[in-house]
């Protein structure tokens, strides 16, 4: 690919994720050409304005849902929306129809990539900053323009690898067994790697996954750690010490799922008395529901909230558990760091924890699980130290460290 200098960046991604953020902060740095996207709230546009018309209840939910698209701090003028598959994609995924939310996905992805190669086909000085599985077109028609692939998964060859593990340790806890990527996307995201200047990945596990697959790419690849939202999570009241004589309050947030590792913090919990230790999950159920049955009356199952209320359900816990087989960042992991929680994690995710916060675990089983979560419950003195440390280890995360690093790269990269 061809190089010329450039002032704007054009981000770009069918859905949300980080892309907000990275939007703002090339707004916040006078470098943001326009972000595409598909769902953006603008309160007099269609279908948001619609709310004003709806019934009571059904305004409330409507709100609800579409403040997880609310960001009213980027420009709107510098917003393009389209594309109507990421509409029905979400239609069937709270349907429970998984499999056609992927395809409908996967068809979305390339009418969206389509409609972003037009962009990068057409006049002004901007490179491109696009997300994996849906960058090929834009980067295929970039004419010269600088590509930079954020990608927030790690290698999907890496990820088929981690699903293969899950499925022959645990296959009675995976809830749609056989779903793998496919060649023919594997091969996509290979294409879009090789076309962009600069690849990007939200930790060092996403970073070495893709060089064990293609060392070539090593002087390509950068780590640049996601953030959680100051805005959400920088002004929370006082944190209270967890006591002797009350249960540590243990708290996953996330897709239920075996490849989230929720199973292993249930089958920890039940080596642990009630009065010891309590367990809340946040999030969509994707267990099956006769592995889950026999630990239900233990765990208190949040479903799906706005992102609003998940300040207020962390400060009402001690400690974070998150042993997930794979990861392209840790965002949940920031929050929770944030919100004053220790953080029991796997290395599979961003290494967000360190010697002061909580605990780094070495294996992904049953046995790892409940001996940190029994180190938690024996000493609370060193959960409190934990606990303290934590806001402070969160700084390393924040939006600003977030900008800063997007600057850096653009530096080097522009």
Same mark, same amino acid.
């Given at each position: 690919?061809?190089?010329?200098?450039?002032?704007?960046?054009?981000?770009?991604?069918?859905?949300?994720?980080?892309?907000?953020?990275?939007?703002?902060?090339?707004?916040?740095?006078?470098?943001?050409?326009?972000?595409?996207?598909? /769902?953006? #709230?603008?309160?007099?546009?269609?279908?948001?304005?619609?709310?004003?018309?709806?019934?009571?209840?059904?305004?409330?939910?409507?709100?609800?849902?579409?403040?997880?698209?609310?960001?009213?701090?980027?420009?709107?003028?510098?917003?393009?929306?389209?594309?109507?598959?990421?509409?029905?994609?979400?239609?069937?995924?709270?349907?429970?129809?998984?499999?056609?939310?992927?395809?409908?996905?996967?068809?979305?992805?390339?009418?969206?990539?389509?409609?972003?190669? #037009?962009?990068?086909?057409?006049?002004?000085?901007?490179?491109?900053?696009?997300?994996? &599985? %849906?960058?090929?077109?834009?980067?295929?028609?970039?004419?010269?323009?600088?590509?930079?692939?954020?990608?927030?998964?790690?290698?999907?060859?890496?990820?088929?690898?981690?699903?293969?593990?899950?499925?022959?340790?645990?296959?009675?806890?995976?809830?749609?067994?056989?779903?793998?990527?496919?060649?023919?996307?594997?091969?996509?995201?290979?294409?879009?790697?090789?076309?962009?200047?600069?690849?990007?990945?939200?930790?060092?596990?996403?970073?070495?996954?893709?060089?064990?697959?293609?060392?070539?790419?090593?002087?390509?690849?950068?780590?640049?750690?996601?953030?959680?939202?100051?805005?959400?999570?920088?002004?929370?009241?006082?944190?209270? #010490?967890?006591?002797?004589?009350?249960?540590?309050?243990?708290?996953? /947030?996330?897709?239920? %799922?075996?490849?989230?590792?929720?199973?292993?913090?249930?089958?920890?919990?039940?080596?642990?008395?009630?009065?010891?230790?309590?367990?809340?999950?946040?999030?969509?159920?994707?267990?099956?529901?006769?592995?889950?049955?026999?630990?239900?009356?233990?765990?208190?199952?949040?479903?799906?909230?706005?992102?609003?209320?998940?300040?207020?359900?962390?400060?009402?816990?001690?400690?974070?558990?998150?042993?997930?087989?794979?990861?392209?960042? &840790?965002?949940?992991?920031?929050?929770?760091?944030?919100?004053?929680?220790?953080?029991?994690?796997?290395?599979?995710?961003?290494?967000?924890?360190?010697?002061?916060?909580?605990?780094?675990?070495?294996?992904?089983?049953?046995?790892?699980?409940?001996?940190?979560?029994?180190?938690?419950?024996?000493?609370?003195?060193?959960?409190?130290?934990?606990?303290?440390?934590?806001?402070?280890?969160?700084?390393?995360?924040?939006?600003?460290?977030?900008?800063?690093?997007?600057?850096?790269?653009?530096?080097?990269?522009?």
């Amino acid at each position: 690919m061809s190089l010329r200098g450039t002032d704007d960046v054009l981000v770009f991604h069918p859905g949300t994720q980080h892309s907000w953020q990275t939007a703002l902060a090339l707004q916040q740095l006078g470098r943001l050409h326009a972000y595409a996207t598909s /769902i953006f #709230e603008k309160l007099d546009a269609w279908p948001y304005r619609a709310v004003r018309y709806l019934p009571g209840g059904l305004a409330a939910k409507a709100r609800s849902e579409f403040a997880r698209f609310s960001h009213p701090a980027i420009d709107p003028d510098k917003v393009l929306t389209f594309g109507w598959h990421e509409w029905v994609e979400r239609v069937a995924r709270r349907g429970g129809l998984d499999g056609l939310a992927r395809e409908i996905d996967r068809i979305g992805n390339a009418a969206f990539g389509r409609r972003i190669a #037009e962009l990068a086909d057409g006049q002004g000085d901007f490179a491109l900053w696009g997300y994996n &599985g %849906s960058s090929l077109s834009a980067f295929r028609a970039a004419s010269g323009r600088k590509a930079i692939y954020d990608r927030t998964t790690p290698s999907l060859r890496k990820v088929n690898a981690a699903i293969d593990e899950i499925e022959e340790r645990f296959p009675q806890w995976v809830a749609e067994p056989g779903q793998r990527y496919s060649q023919q996307r594997i091969e996509l995201e290979d294409e879009e790697q090789a076309l962009a200047d600069v690849i990007v990945t939200g930790s060092e596990f996403a970073r070495d996954s893709v060089i064990a697959d293609d060392p070539a790419l090593k002087d390509k690849v950068r780590v640049l750690p996601y953030c959680y939202d100051e805005a959400l999570f920088g002004q929370l009241p006082e944190m209270t #010490e967890a006591k002797r004589g009350e249960p540590v309050r243990f708290l996953f /947030i996330g897709g239920i %799922s075996a490849r989230k590792g929720v199973h292993l913090i249930l089958d920890a919990l039940a080596g642990l008395p009630e009065s010891a230790a309590t367990l809340t999950l946040v999030g969509r159920m994707d267990l099956p529901e006769a592995a889950f049955a026999p630990f239900a009356e233990r765990v208190n199952h949040i479903p799906a909230v706005p992102r609003s209320a998940i300040p207020a359900i962390m400060r009402q816990h001690h400690a974070f558990v998150f042993p997930s087989f794979y990861e392209g960042g &840790g965002i949940a992991l920031y929050e929770a760091l944030a919100s004053g929680l220790a953080l029991i994690q796997t290395k599979n995710a961003s290494q967000a924890v360190d010697d002061g916060t909580g605990i780094m675990l070495d294996r992904l089983d049953v046995e790892s699980v409940r001996d940190a979560m029994l180190r938690v419950v024996d000493d609370r003195d060193l959960l409190n130290k934990w606990r303290q440390a934590a806001p402070k280890r969160a700084e390393a995360f924040t939006f600003t460290r977030y900008r800063d690093g997007i600057a850096d790269l653009l530096g080097e990269v522009l």
